[in-house]
């Protein structure tokens, strides 16, 4: 039953109506009719941020560790433009959220008034702005539905002030979930079961829609019954368990080493991902041409994009990988089991010895000062309750991360998957604030966390209870490295001045404990591994947020 209302309560019914909890927010003048109101909505936590970036942070790893929409409210143009990262972040990755600001009145369309739906189109799935206040429900309704249904991403609604203020009969109905679960062609499923049970040397590299699908035991399945090494493209997401002696680790092409194991291969499974992918352009075609390439993703258009595909599927992940499995079972051969189980046996120990290799290549430098990367990570990892989550925003050492913290299932273990830097430390407070029972710690690169560092005041603000871990190595790391791989990879050079990249130093050092204190967090500034566990006991002991400021050698 319809009923008259203003449009600003039309929103904030609506979000009621939608089971919003928490507004991820910056707001500005323009937004002054809906925060007059959210006294009236004690159910709808607001949460204010400082910087745009820091709001669209939260939203994005809340939307992900809920698996729904988050609600993000900025400010006009200038604010809904910070948050443009991000949102791009989000549309590439698949993450719902529902971004909205405020707009000046429509009558001013000759004087200051922007097009802001015009501004974040590109970035978006969906970007509408509303004139009339009965235009909300239906528009908010369309929002959520938009986020929520494949391919997921970010939408903006934008309202000016004529939608907030003026008053109409109203319909608050809710969004209704969209079954959209891709079910997998029979006759791709039969080619791709046939190359795999071909292949003599086969991978499978699997992608974050693995894990939002929730086919990690899927992905597990397979690769035990054909004896696959598995190796995960960026890894922001769990979509396959760390600890599996057939897990290889992240796949990246800008390290050479990961180039020579497609060279190596006969055949790739890519499966909930981007295949190929990567910010350096190394070559039209990646695989050579005796390598086949099967892939698998719900994402219409991805398949096929950029890399010539022997057998794509646009399928459920979970669905394409349960006919694959079916498919393959009756297939087997003890011919064939036994080729396999030789095939598993080797993978597993190529696996173990690539640890050894990497625990052996720090062993002479374990005890340096300032401490190397591989030392702060081991004893972290050592110290956190095992009930922990860790988001990793370590940016240059995320290699050395992903050796020593583990991840079983989805949740274990997050990454702030953009692009840009910029966006742990309100990835962190999204991740806590979505997982209350859980401690949560945010690693993060101390150039990164500068970016966005108003957020410490946000945790204390509200006390959101997690912990940053900064990893201080007083420099833009990142650009060295990336560098590095620049000069020496594509470039083909044989001296890089990755080590001495002009303008990636920090010479006036960052305190960022020092900084923590100032804005009402805890913070404690580490140059001792031995002081690591003690610190990161008291910081879960005190239930509030606390900032683990460590120092560390940042050479290449």
């Known amino acids: 039953m319809s009923q008259k209302m203003t449009g600003k309560q039309a929103l904030l019914e609506m979000l009621k109506a939608e089971g919003v909890k928490h507004i991820f927010g910056n707001p500005g003048t323009s937004e002054a009719p809906i925060m007059d109101l959210l006294g009236d909505y004690p159910e709808l936590k607001y949460y204010l941020t400082l910087q745009e970036s820091v709001a669209m942070g939260m939203g994005e790893s809340y939307a992900r560790a809920t698996e729904k929409p988050s609600f993000v409210s900025l400010h006009v143009d200038s604010g809904l433009a910070n948050g443009i990262a991000i949102m791009l972040d989000a549309l590439n990755t698949g993450t719902p959220m529902v971004v909205t600001s405020a707009n000046y009145d429509a009558r001013k369309i000759n004087e200051t008034k922007s097009d802001l739906a015009e501004l974040v189109r590109p970035v978006t799935k969906w970007a509408v702005e509303l004139n009339l206040p009965d235009q909300i429900p239906s528009a908010i309704r369309r929002a959520f539905n938009e986020a929520n249904s494949h391919p997921k991403g970010p939408v903006y609604v934008g309202f000016t002030a004529n939608a907030l203020e003026g008053e109409a009969e109203m319909n608050i109905v809710p969004s209704r979930k969209v079954h959209d679960s891709y079910r997998p062609d029979p006759k791709g499923i039969a080619e791709a079961a046939s190359l795999l049970l071909a292949a003599k040397r086969p991978m499978m590299i699997v992608g974050d829609r693995v894990s939002e699908d929730h086919a990690n035991d899927q992905a597990v399945e397979l690769a035990e019954l054909l004896g696959l090494p598995v190796y995960q493209s960026r890894g922001a997401e769990v979509s396959f368990p760390t600890t599996h002696p057939q897990f290889f680790g992240n796949h990246a092409l800008r390290v050479a080493r990961s180039r020579e194991i497609l060279e190596e291969m006969d055949l790739v499974l890519a499966i909930g991902m981007d295949a190929m992918d990567d910010l350096f352009y190394w070559g039209d075609i990646i695989l050579g041409p005796a390598t086949r390439l099967v892939h698998i993703d719900p994402i219409p258009g991805r398949v096929g994009r950029s890399e010539p595909t022997d057998v794509g599927i646009v399928s459920h992940c979970g669905h394409a990988l349960e006919d694959l499995i079916r498919s393959v079972k009756p ?193 404690e500034r580490i140059t001792d591994p031995a002081e690591i566990a003690p610190a990161v006991h008291r910081a879960v002991a005190s239930g509030k947020p606390a900032v683990l400021d460590i120092v560390i050698d940042g050479s290449l």
């Open 331 to 523: 297939r087997l051969t003890p011919t064939l089991k036994k080729e396999i189980q030789g095939r598993k046996s080797v993978v597993v120990a190529e696996a173990a010895a690539k640890r050894k290799a990497f625990d052996d290549s720090v062993s002479a430098k374990w005890d340096n000062k300032p401490m190397i990367p591989a030392r702060m990570m081991s004893e972290l990892a050592d110290a956190m309750p095992a009930n922990a989550i860790v988001v990793d925003d370590s940016i240059s050492n995320r290699a050395t991360m992903r050796h020593y913290f583990q991840g079983e299932k989805r949740g274990d273990l997050r990454a702030f998957r953009g692009q840009s830097i910029g966006g742990g430390i309100g990835a962190t407070m999204g991740t806590q604030i979505a997982n209350p029972d859980r401690p949560v710690f945010g690693i993060i690169g101390d150039g990164s966390a500068m970016m966005t560092i108003q957020g410490l005041w946000t945790a204390a603000n509200d006390n959101i209870p997690c912990i940053f871990v900064i990893c201080n190595n007083g420099m833009y790391r990142v650009l060295r490295v990336n560098f590095e791989v620049y000069q020496r990879e594509v470039l083909q050079q044989k001296e890089s001045a990755g080590e001495n990249l002009p303008y990636s130093d920090f010479p006036t050092p960052f305190d960022i404990a020092g900084m923590a204190g100032n804005m009402g967090v805890h913070g």
